[in-house]
């Protein structure tokens, strides 16, 4: 085996074995990100029930449901949508 093969054969090892760790790195990240919006789905939809609790209108500058609906992305392939808060 001639010096240069040997030197592409150990890059291509060493570039196989960056991907395996982007691939999981990626794999965790994905997970967290399926997390964290659930956990905004579900402090949505709390927000939401106090919101009908109380009947009133939101004070400025506090969440709205909505809106915090609106920028959440899908969770499982489902768009997370609740009405606007009354």
């Known amino acids: 085996m001639s010096d240069i093969e040997s030197k592409l054969r ?10 395996d760790k982007g691939q999981e790195a990626l794999q965790g990240l ?4 399926a997390n964290l919006r659930a956990t ?6 709390a927000v939401q029930v106090l919101q009908e609790t109380l009947g009133d209108e939101v004070e400025a500058g506090e969440v709205v449901a909505g809106e915090i609906a609106a920028s959440t992305p899908p ?12």
């Open 10 to 19: 150990q890059r291509l090892s060493e570039l196989r074995a960056e991907y």
């Open 30 to 33: 994905e997970s967290q990100a």
């Open 40 to 45: 905004l789905l579900r402090i949505s939809g």
């Open 75 to 86: 969770v499982n392939g489902h768009a997370a949508a609740l009405p606007p808060a009354h």
